[in-house]
């Protein structure tokens, strides 16, 4: 495994307005050696996407799944593109990495590191006094020191894409060389949500990736937009996630939601969803493996980590307060299997990168590069919402 230097305790902030590829060069521009170290890191992208995307039929999946997202989200394309020059790095890596599992899995690779365990821990509490939703980045440990906090304001001349999207405002951590959207994010509209990555077993080349979709859900104006933009009809998803989210502004139930979304089924051209609402009064709980919606899973991994931090959370009362949930997603009594998931070697195959805390009611936004439960914030960032 390629070592990580030790976890730095620190959190750059890109502040940027223009087109998509004006604020894509800009990143890509910023942190530029970040992604660069990245990308050359990375063992899934170096040992298992890139020698596939040099046989023919990687190249072919490669190149069906590019054309159906310059059809639906040639505005992203250009997003990645401004990435991939800003930091002098070839696209198809770039591209690749928004694959992820696709590439492998869609092809049956016999020596696929599928297994590897990323994935995140989110809570929802929902009560009339106390509103949060509080969510731990875990990924590999190459990850680690490898991410970054993005403020975008992009505005184009004209409408762009599947959804005629003019104006984009948001903030959200990215992975190094990764599009916005697939983490913890808000937008001005008063979208607030998280991702839980979920490992399905049959996914298709041809389809849009989850990170493609969590991107344009960055510019929801609604919460049926945002079911719009999942559902993907007409295509569907190529891959699987869960999405804890709500809406700040014109919610007056003060509702919050978990939707859980599989690939498409079969010859279908829609992604599967199911939809759980979270009203006040109640709390949710979720990690990397389904809860409710019947897709199989591949990755027994992720699903026994699931399982051990869903454990170490339900060994709590339920939380009534913001110290409440920092305290949860700070456990470390899991064992390899944690909540917070750093046991100090560099070598570690997984780490828990950051987390985030949204105080739905102060509208702030906490930021950790460490365990909440022992740290300080280093920042606590209002949530900019867009006047009517």
């Known amino acids: 495994m390629a070592k990580s230097i030790p976890r730095r305790h620190a959190i750059p902030i890109l502040y940027t307005r223009g087109t998509h590829y004006d604020v894509g060069f800009d990143m890509g521009r910023t942190f530029a050696s970040i992604i660069n170290n990245f990308v050359d890191i990375f063992e899934p ?19 069906q799944t590019l054309d159906t997202v310059k059809k639906s989200f040639p505005q992203y394309i250009r997003e990645l593109e401004g990435i991939a020059d800003g930091a002098k790095v070839e696209f198809h890596k770039l591209f690749l990495l928004h694959m992820d599992e696709i590439l492998p899995q869609s092809l049956k690779n016999e020596n696929s590191v599928q297994a590897a365990p990323v994935g995140c821990s989110t809570i929802i509490v929902n009560h009339e006094d106390c509103r949060i939703l509080a969510h731990t980045e875990d990924a590999l440990t ?73 991107r344009s859900l960055l510019s929801s104006d609604s919460y049926e937009q945002a079911l719009t933009i999942l ?30 979304m599989g690939p498409v089924d079969g010859d279908g051209t829609e992604s599967q969803l199911d939809i759980r609402e979270i009203p006040i009064g109640d709390h949710s709980f979720h990690c990397n493996k389904y809860l409710r919606l019947q897709v199989p899973e591949v990755n027994p991994y992720m699903v026994d980590s699931s399982d051990s931090r869903m454990k170490a959370f339900k060994s709590y009362e339920i939380p009534k307060t913001k110290e409440d949930v920092k305290n949860m997603l700070g456990d470390t009594s899991g064992g390899e299997h944690c909540v917070f998931r750093d046991n100090g070697d560099v070598n570690e195959l997984v780490k828990t990168i950051a987390v985030g805390v949204f105080d739905l009611e102060a509208k702030t936004y906490e930021l950790y590069s460490d365990n909440p439960r022992y740290n300080e914030p280093h920042v606590v960032i209002p949530l900019v919402i867009k006047e009517d």
């Open 142 to 214: 190459e990850t680690l020191n490898n991410y970054y906090f993005v403020v975008a304001h992009i505005i184009n001349d004209t409408p762009q894409g599947k959804y005629n999207v003019k104006e984009e405002k948001f903030m959200s951590l990215c992975y190094a060389g990764h599009l916005p959207g697939y983490t913890m994010n808000y937008n001005h509209h008063g979208l607030v949500f998280s991702i839980n990555t979920i490992s399905a077993t049959y996914l298709r080349s041809g389809k849009t990736p989850r990170h493609i979709l969590t």
């Open 231 to 260: 559902k993907d009809s007409g295509i569907g998803a190529a891959d699987a996630c869960s999405i804890n989210l709500t809406f700040l502004k014109n919610n007056d139930a003060k509702m919050c939601y978990n939707i859980e």
């Open 45 to 63: 992208l170096n040992k298992e996407y890139l020698p596939l995307y040099e046989t023919p039929k990687g190249k072919e999946a490669y190149d």
